[in-house]
C-alpha cells in the first residue's frame, strides 16, 4: 500500500471529511524490514498535519501544503536513540529481564522488566538472579502459555510469541478493531475557536502518560501549539531518556491521584481542558474517578484519548504492555525473525526478532493524535464529548495490512541520523546541550513548533507553554 492510500485509509475511519494528501516525499525501504514502517509512520503523521490544517482554517487561516519525507517519518520511530547530551549519545544498558527466552514447549516468550520494581517482582516469580543464563535455566523449566498466565496474574510484563494467524484468532486478536475509533460519548455545544497563528494555540491538553505512545501522542499536539500539561505522580517510575525525547513544548506538574486533594485539583484541571490523554492501564484512571464518562460529565465537550496495549476490551485489556511485547504478540516478531534469518541464508529455525524501531509505540502516538484532533474537528462542526481509542496491538494489525517489502528491495543497514540534518534541533539544558529530532512534518504556513522539554515541575494550572498568560483565548458557542 502507497503512503496516500494510507493516508485516505485513516481519513476515512477518522470519519472526517476527505482531505488532500500531503506529498510524501522519497522511499519507502529504509528500515531493516519487510514492514511499511515508513509508509505508517508518514501516513500518519500527515493525516494528523492536515488536520491540524482544517482547524487552523477554521481560526480563520488558509489552506496550506504538507510534505512528509519517509526517511524522516521513518527515524521518528528511533528519535530517542537521536538524542545528544553534550554532544554525547545515550548508552546502552543491558537488562536481561528483558528479553526472548525459550520456554519447556520450544516455544519463545519475551519478558520485559521495563521498571526496577517490574525486574525484581519477575525475578521472584522466576526464582533466578539477575543474570541471562539464570533467567534462562528458569525460563526453560515453564511451559509458555502457563508463563504467561502466570505473568498476568501478578501483573507483571510478558507475551508468548506468535504468529500472526494465531494472533488473529485468539480471543484477543479478534476484538482488535481499526487503528483509530472515534465514539460520541455526550453532548455538548460546538466549540468556537478564536483566530490564531497556530492550529492548537489556546487548546487545553491533560497529559496522564507514560512511556512512550501516549507521551508521543501529546507531544504532537504540543507541537500544533496546544497548551500540554504533563502531570506525573512523582512516586511512580518513568525513564529520562523517553522523558526527553517526548516532553518537547509541555509543562510538567506532579499530582498523586491516591490523595483526596491531588485527584480534586485534577478534576479543576478537567474542568478547563480540551483534551484528555490517559496511558495508563485500561480502568487504572477509572476506579480513581476519572472514566471517560465521568469526564464528559464533569467536562461536557472533553475529548478522552485512550491508549493501551491490547485495547480497550476482552481478557488482556488490563495487561501491561511494552512495545516489544506488542511486537512479540501479534506475530510481527515472527515475521522479522523469518526475513532475517533467510537474509542470512540460516539453515536453522528461525528465532523471534523485533523490528529496530519503536514502531507501534510511535505511531500509535501519532494516530491518538489525529483521534483527538479529529475529535476536536468534530466538537467545532457540531459539538460533542468524544472518546478516542488506539492501541499498539490495532496499529500492529493496520502494519500488517499495508503489505510487505520486496526483500530485495529491503536495506541491509540503517543509520536513522543521515541525512536529517534539517529536522534537528538543539537547546541548552543544565545538563548540557540537548541535540533532538525536531518535528519532521513540513507546513506552508503553520510549520510545527520545536520546543525543549521541560526542566522543572510547574504548578498544576493552565497556561501556555509557548506565550505564557498570553495563549488565545478558547471559547466555547456557551460563552
Not at 496516500?4 to 488532500?20: K, S, T, V
Not at 512528509?68 to 547530551?85: C, E, G, H, N, T
Not at 494472533?167 to 486478536?173: A, E, K, L, N, P
Request: hydrophobic share 45%; net charge neutral; charged share 20%.
Amino acid at each position: 500500500m502507497t503512503p496516500q492510500a494510507a493516508f485516505e485509509y485513516l481519513n476515512r475511519i477518522a470519519g472526517i471529511a476527505p482531505l488532500g494528501a500531503p506529498a510524501f516525499e522519497g522511499v519507502e525501504a529504509v528500515v531493516p524490514t519487510p514492514l511499511r514502517v515508513a509508509t505508517a509512520a508518514a501516513a500518519s503523521l500527515g493525516l494528523g498535519a492536515c488536520v491540524a490544517g482544517e482547524i487552523w482554517r477554521f481560526r480563520g487561516g488558509e489552506r496550506q501544503s504538507v510534505a512528509v519525507d519517509l526517511k524522516a517519518a521513518a527515524a521518528s520511530l528511533v528519535s530517542y536513540s537521536l538524542l545528544r547530551r553534550g554532544g554525547l549519545p545515550r548508552a546502552d544498558e543491558a537488562v536481561p529481564t528483558t528479553g526472548f527466552y525459550q520456554c519447556a514447549d520450544g516455544r519463545w516468550i519475551h519478558l520485559h522488566g521495563g521498571f526496577p520494581h517490574l525486574a525484581m517482582r519477575l525475578l521472584d516469580l522466576l526464582n533466578a538472579q539477575n543474570e541471562p543464563h539464570a533467567i534462562l535455566e528458569s525460563v526453560s523449566k515453564w511451559s509458555s502459555l502457563a508463563l504467561e498466565d502466570a505473568i498476568a496474574f501478578m501483573r507483571l510484563c510478558g507475551a508468548v510469541v506468535r504468529t500472526e494467524e494465531e494472533w488473529r484468532t485468539s480471543v484477543q486478536g479478534r476484538l482488535v478493531g481499526p487503528p483509530i475509533v472515534l465514539k460520541k460519548i455526550g453532548e455538548a455545544p460546538p466549540l468556537r475557536l478564536c483566530d490564531s497563528d497556530m492550529p492548537l494555540d489556546g487548546v487545553r491538553v491533560l497529559d496522564l502518560t507514560r512511556v512512550l505512545a501516549g507521551p508521543a501522542c501529546s507531544r504532537v499536539l504540543a507541537s500544533h501549539g496546544a497548551d500540554v500539561l504533563a502531570i506525573r505522580a512523582e512516586r511512580l517510575p518513568t525513564l529520562d531518556l523517553f522523558d526527553l525525547d517526548t516532553g518537547a513544548g509541555k509543562r510538567l506538574a506532579y499530582l498523586d491521584l491516591a490523595r483526596p486533594g491531588d485527584a480534586e485539583t485534577l478534576r479543576r484541571l478537567v474542568r478547563g481542558a480540551h483534551v484528555f490523554v490517559d496511558s495508563y492501564r485500561p480502568g487504572a484512571l477509572s476506579r480513581l474517578g476519572f472514566s471517560p464518562a465521568a469526564l464528559a460529565h464533569v467536562a461536557p465537550g472533553i475529548t478522552y484519548v485512550a491508549v493501551s496495549t491490547y485495547g480497550l476490551e476482552g481478557p488482556w485489556a488490563e495487561r501491561r504492555g511494552w512495545e516489544q511485547l506488542a511486537q512479540a504478540a501479534t506475530g510481527i516478531a515472527v515475521e522479522q525473525g523469518a526475513f532475517m534469518a533467510a537474509r542470512r541464508k540460516s539453515r536453522r529455525e528461525s528465532l523471534p526478532e523485533l523490528i529496530p524501531a519503536a514502531v507501534l509505540d510511535y505511531t500509535t502516538g501519532y494516530l491518538g493524535a489525529v483521534g483527538a484532533m479529529a475529535a476536536l474537528l468534530k466538537r467545532i462542526r457540531g459539538g460533542g464529548s468524544w472518546l478516542v481509542q488506539v492501541s499498539l496491538a490495532a496499529t500492529a494489525a493496520w502494519l500488517q495490512s499495508l503489505g510487505k517489502i520486496e526483500a530485495a528491495s529491503v536495506p541491509e543497514r540503517w543509520e536513522p541520523r543521515d541525512g536529517l540534518d534539517g529536522y534537528l534541533g538543539s537547546c541548552d539544558t543544565r545538563a548540557g546541550r540537548l541535540e533532538f529530532l525536531g518535528p519532521v512534518v513540513r507546513m506552508s504556513k503553520t510549520p510545527p513548533l520545536t520546543a525543549p522539554p521541560p526542566e522543572n515541575a510547574d504548578a498544576p494550572r493552565w497556561a501556555s507553554a509557548y506565550e505564557g498568560a498570553d495563549a488565545a483565548e478558547v471559547q466555547s458557542a456557551q460563552a
